[in-house]
Structure formats: structure tokens, C-alpha cells
């Protein structure tokens, strides 16, 4: 079996999550985060459109972490994301970091933005 080692370009894995944190390139991060190419910073959770919206010319898609569940992000939030050109996934917490991850490594343009579990 050949093994390649996965290198990350401007942005940074989650390396691991757990009750109300993130743990992303190494460092903790409590409470909702948003992370990608800019780096990682505090999300205001739904509420916090501006700093979602921002990433209109950086992103193709954002992966909403809804928390331990799966949940209905607000439809006011998903419009305003889809008129910005943003493609929306909402799933969990724990699988919208794995999918990112995976999608980090292959160097797609996304990012993430996560409710704590």
C-alpha cells in the first residue's frame, strides 16, 4: 500500500473537537469557530452573517456545523450565502469536520463554520 503524506496550503485541519471546543492546527478554540484560508476566529453562530458572507470570493462552498445534531440552519442565512455565490452544506458538527478536512487536502476552496458540540 502506498501512503502519501497530506500537506495543507493556506489553511489548517481540525484536528480535533470535543464538548464546547475545537482544536484546529493545534491550538483550542472554545465555542463556535470559522476557519479557513484567513485562519481561525470566533463565529457569532447564525446570527454572524457578515463574517460568512465575507468569504464570497474566497470560497465555492462553507460547511455549517450545526452541532451534535443535525439542524436547519435559519433560511434567511441560506438565502443570503446562495445570493452571495456561497454553496451551502449543513450537516453535524463532527461530520462537517471531517469533510472538510478531507476537502482541505484536496485543495478545494471552502471553508467552515461550526457550531461546538
Known amino acids: 500500500m502506498r501512503l502519501n503524506e497530506v500537506t495543507y496550503s ?6 480535533g473537537y470535543g464538548e464546547g471546543f475545537f482544536r484546529i492546527g493545534g491550538e483550542v478554540h472554545h465555542g463556535a469557530v470559522l476557519t479557513g484560508t484567513r485562519g481561525t476566529v470566533a463565529w457569532g453562530g447564525y ?4 463574517a460568512l458572507l465575507a468569504l464570497a470570493d474566497e470560497v465555492d462552498v462553507l460547511f455549517i456545523g450545526t452541532g451534535a445534531e443535525v439542524a436547519h440552519i ?3 442565512l ?3 450565502l446562495e445570493g452571495a455565490g456561497i454553496g451551502v452544506e449543513t450537516m453535524n458538527s463532527p461530520a462537517a469536520c471531517r469533510t472538510y478536512n478531507v ?5 478545494r476552496r471552502i471553508a467552515l463554520a461550526v ?3
Open 74 to 76: 435559519p433560511a434567511d
Open 103 to 107: 476537502l482541505l487536502s484536496e485543495g
Open 10 to 15: 493556506d489553511a489548517v485541519p481540525v484536528d
Open 78 to 80: 441560506r438565502r443570503a
Open 47 to 50: 446570527d454572524d452573517q457578515e
Open 115 to 117: 457550531l461546538p458540540v
